[in-house]
Structures are given as structure tokens and as C-alpha cells.
């Protein structure tokens, strides 16, 4: 926690300096830009700083299944969440980078870089407390942040309008969270989770479920997404990164944290997630196949995306099976790692030929192929073709979901295949548009040189997507110590 | 590592690796493109003819690294009878199809790509063949798919190429996804997933075996392309480029009978899977009457050879349904067989295409004077695929006959040896309607160059060697069937 609580002041303080040197030197974006990069590498290191280096430092998932549940003092879910943390500021890491050139045409930089730091610390501080009442206010200040940057381009209608609906929306989602926290502590006298809050009676029940509702609307379960759509793909694409990437899902984490907080039993916070993975792997993926957005395609890809990871979460609650639980945290980093190159190979095609139609994208290797490089790698990867990671964390999913041999999982391991195969009906056109032959209508324009400080963090996560599929057995032992349970015998 | 498993992983890595270097260093290599790409896939023709002696000698080639020791993934490259006849195949087709590419192919700055596709088409092909492991196989089952598809998106002819890529794409990639099941449901039973491990015994319930049987068999008679599975099949043929067309219909079809014969037939005993021998050899009786009979009703020459291969398919899949010795040695015999004639014949169509710029059967005929060495050769392929005695299919169709009447149906067999009348009927309808008749066009032909006569001209020659002397390529189906039925027959 300790560590957990610096990186969070690092990250706010570096807020706090980076907006004052804007304003009193008006210093250029380049350099607000590093000093962030700085800012976030010092959060990170932070964070890693108290690594004691036996093998169970990520994610620590006893494999009795016991996960995230009473310890006295510290949550053994508590690595976890570094887990999330640690992605997040990655992402922001880069995020950063690329913004140091994706931002010129923007001109506010003295708010951005703020607000960007101030984003992650809020979720860095949402993912680690267990106080209800601290994750209410890290909530609103993760989000607060969000809304503005959702809506940094207030100079258009469409970004005001996402941004105001998303404040609407994730304001409900607060509210209620606000009122069941009441009740829940009318109730129980106490805030302080892990707390067995579920079966104390109906006003803690109601409570739950006001909570879980409001954490729902966070992390876009269908049907409480429609905000999602909008605010990723009107916001700025290095926002859409970090919105996509790790964002909803870490609203995610947080509701299953509180719904094993608060005594909700696993059968029933795993069935409700297999039957919301279902209904999010169906809505994004159909509604994905009928965008002509680059960018709300790749929302709606979020959407089917998070229900895969759901899925995992589901079938090993559910099922009392760690190694489903691992293949979603898994999934999970895989996925913040792929969305976010696809939203900032997009950004770099945006920033260069003004696209935003499938369209526009039309023929777009021929003038940017580091960006249709890159993008179609993302897009590979999501479709999950192997030998992408993005194949490996699917397979890790189904061997999963197949062993358990279930009624409920075959019928969400259907609907996962069956929508894994459509989504190919849209990635596949996509990356088939940017190798067009024919230019649509930027075949006069130049060919441009990429700025290296948006070629390299989308270097640097091709390479490390890359990496990670020829040869994943590093990357998954990193990550965590038992994923399979057959490696111990 | 020695000599044996030096070779098998040449065959793997030098093709990708001369792909790499053709992309990376186009400008330099790029106008001897094609030369580089069939001299490497000469050079794996040798190494698989070399492999010959060893296996003869009772060397199995094997190379095993841990990939993903934390799922039990590993890398294997496996070598055995089994594998040979389909890796020979595969060979084999992949040079005469480059060969035939110099000619066909028209360079621009994109050709680099083009033969470092096929290059990797060829890999992933001879990578389904030599995988040991579950995942490996899928890997480059998928890596075929992926190489094919772009080639036909980026290079097919006709107006609505995108469209035929993305329906092959996703027709074959869902017999992918039930291949996916099933190898992951045997995965998950035999807790490794080497090939080795699967055989030496997996215990699975009736009822599981039954399922992921029918799995295996719908998922790779997608591939095989046999009715109702088959309508990818006519478009992607005749869209593709002719050298892809020929790679796809000679080779990549048989990776389907390849996939069943190392799954279903090789794992499970004989009485397991006997309840599926009916519906095979009628799916199989289907799939040849049907498929003739499109192939007389169509006027596109390209397209009678295509559906062609659905009814050969057929032919194929009823001599595995025989479950008998005879049928399945047919039926293994009959993909080598095929892939030659085929590739022939496809060349062949080839040439007329080239020469007068027409595909529709009713604007041609009268060629024969005007093409004689390529209405030879074409004789030669019709007679051949028309089952005439010397020529090679004949004996792999005595085979797959014999098999038939030594089953519970031999009524089958004799409906089987009716419908091949049909077969005859569209082979030399093509014949007499290209090459008999007048000459009614006005134009003079085209010359066509001699780097796609020349390979067809050799495959013609092979088709009469094959016929005559079959007993080499016996030898090695023989060794391969003592090896799947283990003395179990």
C-alpha cells in the first residue's frame, strides 16, 4: 500500500509541477511531454520498488481459488492491482510519448499532461484501496478527469456531446455508488472492505447491488456501455488508448474486488459475469460489424473485448478455477497492450491524413506504413490469429472454459467462438482497406516522415507484442508464477 | 542438433527466412524476386526427398523445445510416414507453382511480396505437416489461411476479389474453429499436447469421442472442401492467381485429409470412429456426383476444374470412410495423384487463359492446332482425372473402389464407380470444347512464356510416370498405414 500511496503522490505532484511550469514558463509541449514521461517512470519505479523477488509478486492467486478474500492486515489481491497499476502507467508512459507530437495540432498542453498524470493516479489509487469511501472519491477523481479529457477537443460538437454524456452517465454510476455505500453503512457501521455486507439484510443487499450497478456502468457492461462509444472515439486517440486499454477494465477489477469484499459469493458474481460476458461479446462484436468509424469500431471492439476477458472471470469464479482467473488477468494485459497500439497507429494516420472513416483509411499504407504496419498488427492480434499473443490468450481462455465440460460454459464458449468469428467479419475488411490499391482521395497528398515521438512508443509495443508472441513463456511466467497449476504437478 | 533435424527444420525456416529477406531487402533483390523463391523452394524439395532415405532407414526426425512450459505448449517438429506423402506433396506442388509464377506473374514493385507469400504459404503447409504438437499445428494451419487469403486480396483477379477473400477467410476459418475445439478438448485430456502424448492413449468418454470426432471431421472437410462444406471453394479458386489456385486446389485441400487421418484415425481406434464410416463414404458419394455435376454445367474453365476438385474430394473421403487398408492407402494415394493432375490441369487452363485472353468454355475451341503441346498435356491431365488405366489416378482409384467392397456397402462402391462416368463426362467435355472443333476467334494467340509451359509439360510427364511405375509412392503409403492402424486392422 505504501508503495501504492507514493507513486499515487509522485504522479500528483508531478501534476501539480508540470501545469505550473506551463503556466509560468509556457513551456513548449516537448518538454511538458518528457517531463510526464519522467513523472511516470518514477510512479512506476515507485511502484516496483518494493519488489521482494520471490516468485509470487504479481499476482498472488492462491491455488485454492481463494482470491482476493479476508487477510488481517494487506489483500492478497493487492498484487493484482499492481498488476493494473503497473499497466496503467505504462500506458501513460507512452501515452505521453506519443502525445509530444499527436498534440500539436491541439495547442492546450498545459491541461493535458495534468490531467493525464492525474487520470492514472486516480485509477492507481481506485485499483489499491479497500475503503469504500477512499475508492468513492479516487473513483470521481479518475473520472472527473477522464470526462475533461474525453472532451479535450471542445472546439467540436461531437467531442462536447461524448464528453457531456460520459459525465452524465459515469455521474449516475458515482451516485448510485454513493447510495449504496450509505446503506451498506447504515447497515453494517463500517466501510472498511472486506465486509460481509451481502446477506445482513435487504438494505445492504439493495446497497450491493446500487454499488455493482454503478461499478457496471464504469466498466461499460452491456447494456450500461452506450457512453462508451462516444467517448472513446471522439476523444483524442492517445485518450482512446489509455480509455480502452486499461480504464474500463480496471473499473472492472475494482467491481469484482468489491463484489468479494462485500460477500458476494463467487458462484453468483461468476454467473452473473458469464451472462454479462455473453451479452457484451454479442453487442460489441454485431454492433463493431456495422460502423463505418475507425475509432467506434474499435470501441465497440472494446466492448466485445471486455466480454471476453468477463468470460474468463466468469468461468473461473464460477467454477472455482484459478487458471480461468489467470488466463483473464492475462488476457487483460494482452488486450490493454493491443488496443492501445491500434488506437495510436489510428492516431498517427489521423494526425497525418485527417481520417476518420474506414473509408478515408482507404490505400493508407501506401503514405504511412509504419502506422498500417502497426495497425494491422493490433487488429491481427484482437482477431486473435494466431501466432499473435492475442491467439495465445484466447487459447488460454477456451482450454479453460472446455475443461470445466459445463452446460453454462459450453454455452458461453459457444457464443465466444461463434462472435470471435464474426469479429473477423470487421478487422479483416479494415486491414484489407489500409493495403487497398486504389487511394481514395489522399492519393495527391505526400508521403510524410512520422515523427519519431509518435513512431517510437508504437515501435516499442509492436515490438513488445511481438516479442511476446514468438516466444510468450517469459512474458507469462513474469506474469504470474502458477497461471498453470500442472506446472507444480 | 544433427543432420536429420537440421533438415526438417530448414524446410521450416529457410523458406520464412528468404520471405523475411525478400520483403526487408525488396529494393535491392526485388527483380530476381522469383528465381530467389523457386530456387528455395527447389532447395526444400531436396531436403524432403532426403528426408526419404532416413525415414527408410526407421530415423523419425524429431526436434522438441518448450515454448509455453507453463500451458504444457511445446515446439515440435515431427517426422514419420504419416507425414511424408503430404509434406512431398506439398513440396513438390509449391516449385511447380513458382516455376509456373515466373512466367504468370506480371513484376511490379509489390512482386517481392508476392513470391515471399507463396514462400510463406508453402511454410505454413509444410508446417501443418511437420507440427508435433497441438498448438504448433494450429499455428500454421492458421499461418496457411492467412498467407492464402492476402494472396488472394491483394492479387486476385476479377472485380470482387475483396469480397471472395473475406468469405474464404471466414467459411474455412470456422471449420478452423472446430478443429479448435476438438484439439484443445484433446489437450485438455492428455494434459500435453504433443502428438506423441496423444497417441500413447488418451481415455475419453464414447460420448466425448463421438464429438470431437464429428468436430475433427466437419472442421477439416471444410478445408477439403467436400459438400456442403465447399462453397468457398469455386471463387476462391477462380479469383485467386493462377499460381496460388494451383497451390490451394493441389496441395492445401489434402491438408484437410492429412488433418483427419493424424486426428480422428490416428488416435482413436477403429471401432471408436466406425460408427462414422457411413456417413463419410455417403458424404464422400455426394461430394463426387455433385461436384461433377456442377463442373459439366459450368462454363468457366477455371471454375470446372475447381469444382473439380470438390468431386476428387469426394473420391478421397469415401476411400478414409472405408476404414478399410485398401481404402485409406486410395485415398492417401489419390492426394499425390490428385495434387499432380490438378496442378496440371490448372496450369493448363493457365495457358489457354494466357493465350487467348478467354475463361468462358463456349468463346473457345479449336485450339488444338494452334496450342498442340499444350493440348497434350491437357490430354494427358483430362484422361488422367478420368481415371484411365496408366495413368496415375486410376490406381488410386482401383484402391479407393476395393475399399469400398470390402465394407457392409458395397453398393456404395458400385454407385461410386458409376459417378466417376460423370467425372469423364466434364473432363472431356473441357477437352473437346477448348481444343476440339474450329478455331472461331479472329485474333492470333498470345505467346506465352515458356516458364509455364515447361512446368507443365514436366507434371504431365510425371502424371504418365506415376501411372506406370506406382509402386515407390506405394511403398511410402504403405509404411504410413502400418503406422496409423498399428497392426490394429
Known amino acids: ?489 | 542438433m544433427n543432420y536429420e533435424t537440421g533438415l526438417i527444420l530448414s524446410i521450416i525456416l529457410l523458406p520464412s527466412v528468404i520471405a523475411l529477406l525478400l520483403v526487408m531487402i525488396r529494393r535491392i533483390i526485388g527483380p530476381y524476386a522469383g528465381w530467389i523463391a523457386g530456387i528455395t523452394a527447389g532447395l526444400n524439395l531436396l531436403a524432403t526427398l532426403a528426408l526419404l532415405p532416413l525415414l527408410r532407414q526407421g530415423i523419425e526426425p524429431h526436434i522438441a523445445l518448450n515454448w509455453l512450459p507453463q500451458a504444457g505448449i511445446q515446439f515440435i517438429l515431427h517426422l514419420d510416414w504419416l507425414t511424408f506423402p503430404f509434406l512431398f506433396t506439398e513440396a513438390l506442388v509449391t516449385v511447380f507453382a513458382l516455376i509456373y509464377a515466373l512466367g504468370y506473374h506480371h513484376p511490379d514493385e509489390r512482386t517481392p511480396f508476392f513470391y515471399a507469400l507463396l514462400l510463406i504459404f508453402g511454410v505454413g503447409m509444410a508446417g501443418t505437416t511437420l507440427a508435433g504438437s497441438v498448438f504448433l499445428f494450429y499455428v500454421f494451419w492458421e499461418l496457411m489461411l492467412v498467407a492464402s487469403c492476402v494472396l488472394i486480396l491483394a492479387w486476385g483477379e476479377g472485380p470482387n476479389n475483396g469480397s471472395v477473400a473475406l468469405q474464404y477467410f471466414l467459411f474455412t476459418h470456422l471449420g478452423s474453429l472446430l478443429v479448435l475445439v476438438a484439439l484443445i478438448n484433446l489437450y485438455d485430456a492428455a494434459g500435453s499436447d504433443s502428438f506423441v502424448a496423444l497417441r500413447s492413449g488418451i481415455s475419453l468418454a464414447p460420448a466425448a469421442v463421438t464429438t470431437i470426432t464429428a468436430l475433427f471431421l466437419i472442421g477439416f472437410g471444410v478445408k477439403m472442401a467436400v459438400f456442403p462444406l465447399h462453397i468457398w471453394l469455386p471463387d476462391a479458386h477462380s479469383v485467386a492467381p493462377m499460381p496460388v489456385t494451383i497451390m490451394l486446389a493441389a496441395a492445401m485441400l489434402s491438408m484437410g485429409v492429412y488433418g483427419i487421418l493424424r486426428f480422428p484415425m490416428s488416435i482413436f481406434s477403429p471401432s471408436q470412429i466406425a460408427m462414422f464410416a457411413l456417413p463419410m463414404m455417403v458424404a464422400g458419394l455426394v461430394s463426387q456426383v455433385y461436384g461433377a455435376l456442377m463442373a459439366i454445367a459450368e462454363q468457366d474453365i477455371k471454375r470446372i476444374i475447381a469444382y473439380s476438385s470438390v468431386s476428387q474430394m469426394g473420391y478421397i473421403l469415401f476411400g478414409l470412410g472405408t476404414l478399410t487398408y485398401e481404402g485409406i492407402a486410395g485415398a492417401t494415394l489419390h492426394v499425390i495423384y490428385h495434387g499432380v493432375v490438378k496442378a496440371l490441369l490448372f496450369m493448363c487452363m493457365g495457358l489457354v487463359i494466357r493465350a487467348t485472353n478467354k475463361r468462358q468454355i463456349s468463346e473457345l475451341g479449336g485450339l488444338m492446332n494452334k496450342i498442340p503441346l499444350t493440348a497434350a498435356c491437357c490430354a494427358v491431365g483430362v484422361l488422367a482425372i478420368a481415371g484411365v488405366p496408366m495413368l496415375a489416378i486410376f490406381n488410386s482409384e482401383w484402391m479407393i473402389y476395393s475399399g469400398g467392397f470390402h465394407t457392409t456397402y458395397p453398393g456404395l462402391a458400385v454407385a461410386m464407380v458409376l459417378g466417376s462416368l460423370l467425372t469423364v463426362a466434364y473432363a472431356l467435355r473441357l477437352f473437346m470444347e477448348i481444343f476440339w472443333g474450329d478455331y472461331t476467334s479472329d485474333g492470333n494467340l498470345i505467346p506465352v512464356s515458356a516458364a509455364m509451359r515447361l512446368p507443365t509439360v514436366v507434371l504431365a510427364g510425371l502424371t504418365l510416370l506415376a501411372g506406370l511405375f506406382p509402386s515407390p509412392v506405394f511403398a511410402w503409403i504403405d509404411q504410413e498405414l502400418t503406422l496409423i492402424l498399428g497392426g490394429l486392422w
Open chain 1, 1 to 489: 500500500m505504501n508503495t501504492a500511496f507514493n507513486s499515487i503522490l509522485i504522479l500528483a505532484c508531478g501534476a501539480l509541477a508540470i501545469y505550473l511550469l506551463a503556466r509560468l514558463f509556457s513551456a513548449r509541449n516537448e518538454l511538458l511531454a518528457c517531463c510526464t514521461v519522467l513523472v511516470f517512470f518514477l510512479a512506476g519505479l515507485v511502484l516496483f520498488s518494493k519488489l521482494n523477488l520471490n516468485s509470487k509478486f504479481w499476482l498472488e492467486i492462491p491455488s485454492s481459488g481463494e482470491f482476493m478474500v479476508s487477510g488481517e492486515q494487506e489483500w492478497p489481491g493487492e498484487s493484482a492491482s499492481r498488476l493494473i497499476a503497473g499497466t496503467a502507467i505504462a500506458l501513460g508512459f507512452l501515452v505521453s510519448l506519443y502525445s509530444s507530437r499527436y498534440l500539436e495540432q491541439d495547442q492546450r498542453y498545459k491541461t493535458y499532461y495534468p490531467l493525464l498524470l492525474l487520470t492514472v493516479a486516480g485509477l492507481v489509487g481506485m485499483v489499491y484501496t479497500t475503503d469504500l469511501f477512499l475508492l468513492y472519491l479516487f473513483i470521481e477523481w479518475m473520472s472527473v478527469c477522464a470526462y475533461v479529457l474525453v472532451a479535450f477537443r471542445r472546439q467540436t460538437n461531437t467531442a462536447t456531446e461524448a464528453g457531456f454524456k460520459y459525465l452524465i452517465m459515469g455521474s449516475v454510476g458515482t451516485i448510485l455508488f454513493l447510495l449504496g455505500l450509505a446503506w451498506i453503512f447504515r447497515v453494517t457501521g463500517q466501510i472498511k472492505m472486506p465486509l460481509q455486507a451481502a446477506e445482513t439484510s435487504a438494505w445492504a443487499s439493495a446497497g450491493l447491488v446500487c454499488i455493482l450497478t454503478g461499478l457496471g456502468i464504469k466498466s461499460a457492461f452491456v447494456p450500461l456501455h452506450t457512453w462508451l462509444p462516444d467517448a472513446h472515439s471522439r476523444a483524442p486517440s492517445s485518450i482512446s488508448a489509455l480509455l480502452s486499454g486499461i480504464i474500463i477494465q480496471s473499473c472492472f477489477f475494482v467491481w469484482l474486488r468489491v463484489g468479494l469484499g462485500l460477500g458476494v459469493s463467487k458462484q453468483v458474481l461468476g454467473a452473473v459475469l458469464i451472462w454479462l460476458s455473453i451479452a457484451n461479446m454479442i453487442v460489441g462484436n454485431f454492433m463493431a460489424l456495422v460502423q463505418i468509424h475507425v475509432k467506434r469500431l474499435l470501441a465497440f471492439s472494446s466492448i466485445a473485448q471486455m466480454g471476453y476477458i468477463l468470460f474468463s472471470f466468469g468461468i473461473g469464479l464460477y467454477f472455482d478455477f484459478p487458471q480461468a482467473i489467470l488466463a483473464g488477468f492475462l488476457y487483460l494485459v494482452i488486450h490493454a497492450a493491443l488496443k492501445s497500439l491500434a488506437f495510436l497507429s489510428k492516431g498517427i494516420c489521423h494526425f497525418y491524413y485527417q481520417t476518420t472513416l474506414i473509408e478515408d483509411m482507404r490505400g493508407i499504407a501506401k503514405h504511412l506504413p509504419l502506422a498500417a504496419l502497426t495497425l494491422s498488427l493490433s487488429l491481427a492480434g484482437l482477431a486473435g490469429l494466431p501466432p499473435l499473443i492475442g491467439f495465445s490468450g484466447k487459447w488460454f481462455i477456451l482450454t479453460s472454459a472446455l475443461s470445466t465440460l459445463q452446460p453454462l460454459a459450453l454455452v458461453g464458449t459457444g457464443v465466444f467462438l461463434l462472435t470471435n468469428l464474426i469479429s473477423l467479419g470487421y478487422y479483416l475488411p479494415l486491414i484489407a482497406q489500409l493495403y487497398a490499391s486504389q487511394p481514395h482521395r489522399n492519393e495527391a497528398a505526400p508521403t510524410l516522415r512520422i515523427s519519431p515521438w509518435m513512431a517510437i512508443p508504437v515501435i516499442a509495443l509492436s515490438g513488445l507484442i511481438l516479442a511476446a508472441s514468438i516466444y510468450p513463456a517469459p512474458w507469462v511466467k513474469w506474469l504470474s508464477p502458477i497461471i498453470f497449476i500442472s506446472e507444480g504437478g
